[in-house]
């Protein structure tokens, strides 16, 4: 039984520790309405680790992904994710939601 305790601990401080390092990422909010992204550019600081928060209003179900960023989420109506980011270089990104290619794009500009 003791030889448990130390793997549970281990178990344990990786999930915390995870939330907690996420917990103090910078967040952006992008919402997904009616086959759209609310902003449709979002501005971030190079180098630096960060989430979106996307919030699905609906209808339906909306994907968000980014092909150069190597993303993919698909998000349910009237459920909010964050997808972290590594730390990116100065540019622009591109990303759609494929369930509404024509209207829902949007850009992660980094500066």
Do not use: D
Request: hydrophobic residues 45%; without cysteine; proline residues 7%.
């Amino acid at each position: 039984m003791k030889k448990i305790y130390p793997v549970l601990f281990l178990l344990f401080s990786g999930v915390f520790f995870s939330s907690v390092s996420q917990a103090g990422l910078p967040a952006y909010k992008l919402i997904i309405k009616a086959g759209y992204f609310q902003p449709e550019t979002i501005t971030v600081p190079a180098h630096t680790r960060f989430k979106i928060v996307i919030s699905n209003l609906g209808p339906g179900p909306e994907e968000f992904e980014s092909k150069a960023l190597r993303k993919e989420s698909v998000i349910a109506q009237g459920v909010t994710r964050s997808v972290v980011f590594a730390p990116l270089k100065p540019g622009r990104y591109r990303f759609f939601g494929e369930f509404h290619m024509q209207t829902a794009q949007g850009i992660i500009f980094v500066k």
